[in-house]
């Protein structure tokens, strides 16, 4: 039986931090989950061996027993070393056995039944010894409206096994704000479950426009209050507000409506600011009498 590699299975060199091993094995166990390969057993078998890798090497623990075990597997198997046999006290532990040579696989592959290979059957002895381990932590992504965003929402999850549950999104929510439900992710053995994290992505909208807490829209002004200035009516996400539109306003000047945008998430009682922007229109139809006018104003201007 050959040593198992699990650096070169997850493609990173021996010195590998725990941010470079966390990140390969992301990037392969997407390539190779079952979700995206059905009915490829080759591809269920990398899965397995991707995740067994990391189990280890993602673990400080088990990743120096396992540094310890490759520089003297060799040297064992040529002394006819048995499975379940290797003594990590013999190959450099503290004297009297500091390592312990029980490790709970099953429980370290999650309880997944196959989950561990026979390399690790005979140097660890299989499933002798029970740990306690807490369950992973999980994300699904949820998606929202801008004014659900606003107000604050809720939805409603279904799990496995503890049925329906209702999940808070706080207002102020921006596109990758994380909401942590502890205890609803993957199940512990002996131990509690994981947490899930609700990944935020909330939609476009047609009218407002979001910058951090700041929103923006463009407002249609025609020209008689662009030019003599008035009130216009203006629709935020907390109701209907009057606008004073100054004299003498031209297109694309900027109004700004103070605590009219979107909550401060750690805050929600601090709002940012609406940024109105002047869109001046020019009428399509105009009745005689408007055309008169108009006509009678440009008169007006060509007058020395």
Do not use: C
């Amino acid at each position: 039986m050959e040593f198992k590699d699990y650096y070169q299975l997850l493609g990173v060199d021996k010195t590998a931090d725990e941010k470079t091993i966390k990140r390969a094995y992301r990037k392969l166990a997407q390539q190779y989950h079952p979700d995206k390969n059905p009915n490829n057993k080759a591809s269920e078998e990398k899965f397995k061996a991707i995740n067994e890798a990391y189990e280890v090497l993602g673990n400080p623990e088990n990743r120096a027993k396992y540094d310890q075990l490759g520089q003297n597997y060799h040297q064992w198997r040529q002394m006819g070393g048995q499975p379940g046999g290797f003594d990590f006290s013999q190959w450099g532990g503290r004297p009297g056995g500091g390592y312990q040579t029980t490790v709970n696989l099953e429980d370290m592959f999650g309880g997944e039944a196959g989950g561990f290979s026979e390399f690790f059957e005979a140097i660890f002895g299989g499933r002798r010894g029970q740990q306690a381990v807490r369950g992973r932590d999980m994300e699904h992504t949820i998606e929202i409206s801008l004014e659900e965003a606003y107000h604050g929402t809720t939805r409603t999850l279904s799990q496995q096994g503890s049925g329906t549950f209702t999940a808070k999104i706080p207002p102020g929510a921006k596109t990758g704000t994380k909401v942590r439900l502890r205890g609803k992710g993957g199940a512990g053995t002996g131990s509690q479950a994981g947490d899930l994290f609700l990944v935020v992505r909330v939609h476009h909208h047609p009218v407002y426009k979001r910058d951090g807490d700041n929103l923006s829209l463009d407002l249609p002004v025609d020209i008689p209050t662009a030019v003599l200035g008035g009130k216009i009516p203006v629709n935020t996400l907390s109701g209907s507000v009057m606008l004073t539109i100054p004299p003498g306003s031209s297109s694309g000047r900027v109004i700004r409506l103070s605590g009219r945008g979107m909550p401060k998430l750690q805050d929600p009682t601090q709002h940012g600011d609406l940024l109105v922007r002047i869109m001046i229109t020019a009428p399509k139809q105009l009745s005689e009498q408007e055309r008169h006018l108009y006509e009678a104003l440009a008169q007006l201007k060509e007058t020395p």
